[in-house]
């Protein structure tokens, strides 16, 4: 039977665009609604207005937060069975039919497909497993040791879903060599970035360096303290009069501020835009330190003409444009990228044009293409596993 009705279980509905797993999971509700008669849409948290932004063929299940089970902790480990909800499970368990296509988007998610369910495409926004990994290298000692065995499980249950499903996306290519080390064949679905209007560029010699992103996000957390704690103090030394815009959501609370307020400094939390910010500065910065799969405030950065400093871990998934940013690897030698830029605004500005040129390619319609083929393959009935 031809598949004619699509379920995409989500992690979080993308009531916003404020994070980089919202928009993503927004342009693959957009794909399936172009390929699909019916879409289902099953996530975590409310979306208001969703009739008004989605096609009439789909449909939006709100599903309150996320009730884990010891039984689910157990078969899928703490950090998949927490987004257990028997709630998603038995909408699926009473309204999934054998000839539906089911997309689970992140791999904690299938925790909640019942095991007689199909999983047709399942995904990965990381390689989720060793991104808790990366985490825990960062948590103190105790922790770590307690955590440990648990990292181990749910690598396993990943791995156990993505051998489940019949097609698995990854946005990096890092991503599909671990999948393929691990004997897990995967479609490379990079991310995109949304539409922007013109940002104009700052007068020259403004050294202002802006950084995005919502902190309470792990590792945007950590790579804000880090830049704080031990990148721009560096910077002054040698460009005194220097400017760090923070903006993002979660700065108004507990955020990562050093002791004492730091010179030239100035934290923005839950803006309404943030073009104006961009408008303000010469270079933006992404100093991740853990995390995976392609970093879309990087991208955006590179959407709006901006020269970018990033580490090696954040150029990841866009390895093949590390000649429009600079990439630099520990605290001295990200203070020194980023100073020899303020230092240079022609430079900084001719580095920023190369990176608008290179991002007009990253637009979501573009991006979701690999998708859009194999869901229409899938329509017609050519849905081959891949990889398996």
């Not at 008669?37 to 937060?65: I, K, M, Q, S």
């Not at 580095?351 to 083929?373: C, I, K």
Request: hydrophobic fraction near 45%.
């Amino acid at each position: 039977m031809t598949p004619r009705t699509a379920w995409v279980i989500a992690k979080q509905l993308p009531a916003s665009t404020d994070s980089g797993g919202r928009q993503r999971i927004r342009a693959v509700i957009d794909a399936y609604a172009q390929v699909f008669d019916e879409v289902h849409v099953v996530g975590f948290d409310t979306w208001p207005g969703w009739r008004e932004v989605l096609p009439g063929h789909v449909r939006v299940h709100e599903v309150a937060a996320p009730r884990p089970t010891p039984a689910a902790v157990l078969r899928a480990s703490l950090f998949a069975g927490k987004w257990f909800s028997a709630q998603i499970h038995d909408l699926l368990a009473a309204g999934v039919r054998s000839s539906d296509v089911v997309h689970v988007d992140f791999p904690q998610m299938a925790v909640n497909v019942p095991r007689d369910v199909r999983i047709d495409v399942l995904d990965l926004h990381n390689v989720e497993s060793d991104l808790v990994a990366r985490r825990l290298r960062t948590e103190k000692p105790l922790a770590a040791r307690v955590l440990a065995p648990e990292v181990a499980r749910f690598r396993r249950f990943e791995l156990a879903t993505a051998r489940r499903a019949r097609h698995v996306t990854a946005c990096s290519r890092r991503d599909q060599e671990v999948l393929r080390a691990a004997g897990v064949g995967s479609t490379f679905v990079p991310n995109g970035v949304s539409a922007v209007s013109h940002v104009p560029t700052p007068p020259p010699g403004r050294r202002t360096a802006l950084f995005v992103g919502a902190v309470d996000y792990g590792p945007n957390r950590a790579a804000l303290r880090w830049f704080l704690d031990e990148v721009w103090p560096r910077v002054l030394t040698r460009v005194p009069d220097a400017t760090f815009l923070a903006v993002g959501r979660g700065l108004s609370g507990a955020h990562p501020r050093p002791t004492g307020e730091p010179d030239g400094v100035e934290f923005h939390s839950d803006v309404a835009a943030v073009d104006p910010f961009y408008a303000r500065a010469d270079v933006c910065v992404v100093p991740l330190l853990s995390g995976g799969g392609t970093k879309i405030k990087l991208v955006e950065a590179l959407s709006r003409g901006r020269a970018v400093v990033t580490t090696s871990l954040g150029l990841e998934g866009l390895e093949e444009h590390r000649s429009v940013l600079r990439v630099a690897d520990g605290a001295d030698a990200f203070a020194a990228a980023l100073a020899e830029l303020f230092e240079d605004p022609r430079g900084a500005a001719a580095l920023g044009a190369a990176a608008a040129d290179v991002a007009r390619s990253f637009s979501w319609e573009s991006a979701m293409t690999p998708l859009r083929d194999m869901l229409s393959a899938i329509r017609g009935g050519n849905g081959a596993e891949v990889g398996h």
